[in-house]
């Protein structure tokens, strides 16, 4: 949460920051892992990874929570787009 916050505020003293929680289970993330990073930090093999060996903190107030199990990835990437129309950050 710190870290976000630091990261927010040397974002925002440059313009816009939205934070934005592509929410996915660990489950899932295993699953989509093409690379086998999962298997690796489970083994031992990578250390300090996130969900892993190092834990997640799930955003509090993210300006957008986009769920990615059983949805298409172009309504995600939609949804993102209608946030920043949303905010003014682009034109629609």
């Known amino acids: 949460t710190a870290t976000r916050r630091a990261v927010r505020e040397m974002i925002e003293a440059f313009g816009a920051f939205i934070e934005v929680h592509v929410a996915t289970s660990l489950e899932e993330c295993e699953r989509r892992d093409r690379k086998g990073l999962y298997k690796l930090a489970r083994e031992g093999k990578i250390k300090e990874f996130t969900g892993v060996s ?8 993210p300006e957008l929570k986009v769920e990615t ?3 298409d990835v172009d309504n995600c990437a939609h949804q993102v ?5 949303q905010m003014g950050l682009i034109r629609a």
């Open 81 to 85: 787009i209608l946030k920043l129309e």
């Open 54 to 61: 190092d834990p997640y903190e799930e955003p509090q107030n």
């Open 69 to 71: 199990e059983n949805v």
